[in-house]
């Protein structure tokens, strides 16, 4: 027969025969054995059919079977080389610490990364809810002459801004007390009562609630109410029936909430199961308004942010006949640089949670900081991150070319600190979108830089 490579470089002639060595591990793992018959093993299992090589001296055969047999037997239990065997098994504490490290360094660096891609998630929500906001103002739109919603009475300015005033105008003021129902409600939406009744829910208008008829409730008049300044129905005109039969139908729906808008997204998390289109109980749902605000500038006759003869780039509302009557999306006249509606307070690159100079724990508005970039919807129905240094930069740019004027309004009755300056963060300085000169025809960027 042809001879087998015998640990050996070329061919030599083989002969077979019996052997009293013991390859019991060998034969367990397939491995061809190489044997001789030997009176010096000591061994003797049984006799197994064995190739041998007969051209080296029997010493050199012993010597290179026993290297075969010492590489390929197993380590008896309890003797030194199965304990060697296994401590080649285990690692050493340096090792350990090795490993740990490359460990705690790996997840040091994946950790930012994962944050970012979660902050990016939620702002791209952000972008989302307002975009879908945005075709639902165009499809109010369509089907209302072009007109944006508004929860007024375009003659309000005749009654002194005064909803109280103007029902008792209209109807006699010696019926009955109806007479404060006859200018419509701002409905909320069909909603569950205490005790399982199905009705309608709303700021009805009475002098109470006069300050929510107001896109913004300016210091003073109308309504001279402490406390209430800054209010209005810009912080919740798309929530309301008149809009949301364009959306979701119903008031409190997350589409309404920016993701990152952390504080009211908690109090409300039990409200978004809860059936109706208003939710007035648990009370945390109510009023709960919403994360995007409109631009309160656009929502008044665009004369009452523009030049009134005199340099002042204000009018009061409740003094125009006019003055309420909300613009039609064709008087804009710088779509892409007029802020339709935004993140209202301060989500993006905020450094606390809350501001100090409210009450309870109220956060930081969007105006509050140079590093805020609110999420933003413009009324060409684009959406971006526009940053609050941007809108002064562009406010100056402004100021420098015209020599007089900016793009917000310093005359209006909250005066140079604008839209709650002094209770800002750091040295941001601006009230783009809120007080925006002439209004929705104006603009609150040039562009960027």
Same mark, same amino acid.
């Given at each position: 027969?042809?001879?087998?490579?015998?640990?050996?470089?070329?061919?030599v002639?083989?002969?077979?025969?019996?052997?009293?060595?013991?390859?019991?591990?060998?034969?367990?793992?397939?491995?061809?054995?190489?044997?001789?018959?030997?009176?010096?093993?000591?061994?003797?299992?049984?006799?197994?059919?064995?190739?041998?090589?007969?051209?080296?001296?029997?010493?050199?055969?012993?010597?290179?079977?026993?290297?075969?047999?010492?590489?390929?037997?197993?380590?008896?239990? =309890?003797?030194?080389d199965?304990?060697?065997?296994?401590?080649?098994?285990?690692?050493?504490?340096?090792?350990?610490?090795?490993?740990?490290?490359?460990?705690?360094?790996?997840? $040091?660096?994946?950790?930012?990364?994962?944050?970012?891609?979660?902050?990016?998630a939620?702002?791209?929500?952000?972008?989302?809810?307002?975009?879908?906001?945005?075709?639902?103002?165009?499809?109010?739109?369509?089907?209302?002459?072009?007109?944006?919603?508004?929860?007024?009475?375009?003659?309000?300015?005749?009654?002194?801004g005064?909803?109280?005033?103007?029902?008792?105008?209209?109807?006699?003021?010696?019926?009955?007390?109806?007479?404060?129902?006859?200018?419509?409600?701002?409905?909320?939406?069909? =909603?569950?009562?205490?005790?399982?009744?199905?009705?309608?829910?709303?700021y009805?208008?009475?002098?109470?609630?006069?300050?929510?008829?107001?896109?913004?409730?300016?210091?003073?008049?109308?309504?001279?109410?402490?406390?209430?300044?800054? #209010?209005?129905?810009?912080?919740?005109?798309?929530?309301?029936?008149?809009?949301?039969?364009?959306?979701?139908?119903?008031?409190?729906?997350?589409?309404?909430?920016?993701?990152?808008?952390?504080?009211?997204?908690?109090?409300?998390?039990?409200?978004?199961?809860?059936? =109706?289109?208003?939710?007035?109980?648990?009370?945390?749902?109510?009023?709960?308004?919403?994360?995007?605000?409109?631009?309160?500038? $656009?929502?008044?006759?665009?004369?009452?942010?523009?030049?009134?003869?005199? $340099?002042?780039?204000?009018?009061?509302? #409740?003094?125009?006949?006019?003055?309420?009557?909300?613009?039609?999306?064709?008087?804009?006249?710088?779509?892409?640089?007029?802020?339709?509606?935004?993140?209202?307070?301060?989500?993006?690159?905020?450094k606390?949670?809350?501001?100090?100079?409210?009450?309870?724990?109220?956060?930081?508005?969007?105006?509050?900081?140079?590093?805020?970039?609110?999420v933003?919807?413009?009324?060409?129905?684009?959406?971006?991150?526009?940053?609050?240094?941007?809108?002064?930069?562009?406010?100056?740019?402004?100021?420098?070319?015209?020599?007089t004027?900016?793009?917000?309004?310093?005359?209006?009755?909250?005066?140079?600190? $604008?839209?709650?300056?002094a209770?800002?963060?750091?040295?941001?300085?601006?009230?783009?979108?809120?007080?925006?000169?002439?209004?929705?025809?104006?603009?609150?960027?040039?562009?960027?830089?």
């Open positions: 027969m042809a001879c087998p490579k015998c640990l050996m470089a070329f061919p002639p083989c002969i077979r025969t019996d052997s009293r060595y013991s390859f019991k591990h060998a034969a367990k793992r397939g491995v061809a054995s190489v044997g001789h018959t030997s009176s010096r093993s000591g061994q003797t299992p049984a006799v197994t059919s064995q190739v041998v090589c007969q051209s080296h001296p029997w010493w050199v055969r012993d010597w290179m079977i026993a290297s075969v047999n010492d590489t390929i037997r197993e380590p008896r239990k =309890g003797s030194d199965a304990m060697r065997t296994h401590l080649r098994h285990g690692f050493t504490i340096i090792e350990l610490l090795v490993v740990v490290s490359i460990i705690a360094l790996l997840v $040091g660096m994946l950790l930012p990364a994962i944050g970012k891609a979660r902050d990016t939620r702002v791209n929500v952000s972008k989302n809810n307002l975009r879908q906001l945005g075709v639902a103002h165009k499809t109010y739109a369509a089907d209302w002459s072009d007109r944006h919603v508004t929860y007024v009475r375009d003659n309000l300015g005749l009654y002194d005064n909803v109280q005033t103007y029902n008792i105008a209209i109807y006699d003021e010696g019926s009955n007390d109806f007479r404060y129902f006859l200018h419509p409600g701002i409905i909320a939406g069909l =909603g569950y009562t205490q005790d399982g009744r199905y009705v309608p829910w709303a009805w208008s009475t002098q109470a609630n006069n300050v929510m008829y107001q896109a913004i409730n300016f210091p003073g008049p109308p309504n001279n109410s402490s406390g209430t300044d800054g #209010w209005g129905w810009f912080r919740f005109g798309v929530q309301p029936k008149p809009f949301q039969d364009y959306m979701n139908g119903r008031y409190q729906d997350p589409i309404y909430f920016a993701p990152k808008d952390k504080m009211i997204l908690e109090q409300l998390e039990p409200c978004f199961e809860v059936p =109706g289109e208003f939710v007035a109980y648990p009370a945390q749902c109510n009023p709960a308004w919403a994360s995007y605000v409109l631009s309160p500038a $656009g929502l008044y006759s665009p004369r009452v942010f523009s030049d009134n003869g005199d $340099g002042v780039y204000w009018s009061a509302p #409740w003094e125009l006949p006019t003055g309420y009557k909300v613009p039609s999306f064709a008087q804009v006249k710088y779509p892409t640089l007029k802020t339709h509606m935004l993140e209202h307070h301060w989500l993006q690159n905020v606390i949670p809350c501001n100090a100079s409210f009450t309870g724990c109220e956060p930081y508005y969007f105006n509050h900081s140079f590093q805020s970039q609110p933003t919807l413009f009324y060409d129905g684009s959406v971006r991150l526009m940053g609050v240094l941007e809108a002064m930069s562009s406010d100056r740019r402004n100021l420098r070319q015209t020599g004027v900016g793009l917000w309004s310093r005359d209006t009755p909250f005066g140079e600190d $604008g839209y709650f300056i209770d800002a963060y750091d040295f941001s300085e601006t009230s783009y979108h809120i007080l925006t000169i002439d209004g929705a025809r104006g603009r609150d960027t040039v562009g960027t830089e």
